[in-house]
């Protein structure tokens, strides 16, 4: 089991940037893809970005390319999202989570066995 804390969130303007971090402890960071969930009140918890292992490969959410960017520091055991250009309709409780095993790389939150406690981010207009 992984143990993940979300920092970073906030209340900004349209336009601003955020940028959120998760700290990993546990299991060893670097052996897991890791991923970026949002969930806003009265809807599904939603994908927003991935990055495999060693950061080769990731995927995003279509309404957050170009303005969301995943990264991570497995030396630091730490996963970020760097959010730019945020909009209301970014407003939601970000999590963080670690995949339930090696090798899974997916943008289902099935695919995600450890969870973090949320950040919320509320964008106003």
């Known amino acids: 089991q992984v143990q993940l804390v979300e920092s970073g969130g906030g209340l900004v303007q349209a336009g601003d940037s955020l940028r959120l971090s998760c700290a990993a402890s546990?299991?060893?960071?670097?052996?897991?893809?890791m991923g970026w969930f949002r969930q806003a009140p009265g809807k599904e918890r939603e994908f927003v970005a991935a990055?495999?292992?060693?950061?080769?490969?990731?995927t995003y959410l279509d309404s957050v390319r170009g303005r969301f960017t995943i990264s991570r520091d497995n030396a630091k055991s730490t996963l970020y999202l760097q959010m730019n250009s945020l909009k209301p309709e970014d407003t939601a409780v970000y999590y963080c989570?670690?995949?339930?095993?090696?090798?899974?790389?997916?943008?289902?939150?099935?695919?995600?066995?450890?969870w973090g406690q949320g950040t919320q981010v509320t964008v106003s207009s």
């Open positions: 989570a670690a995949a339930r095993a090696p090798g899974v790389f997916t943008t289902s939150p099935t695919g995600y066995g450890d």
């Open positions: 546990g299991r060893t960071f670097s052996d897991y893809h």
């Open positions: 990055i495999r292992r060693t950061g080769s490969s990731i």
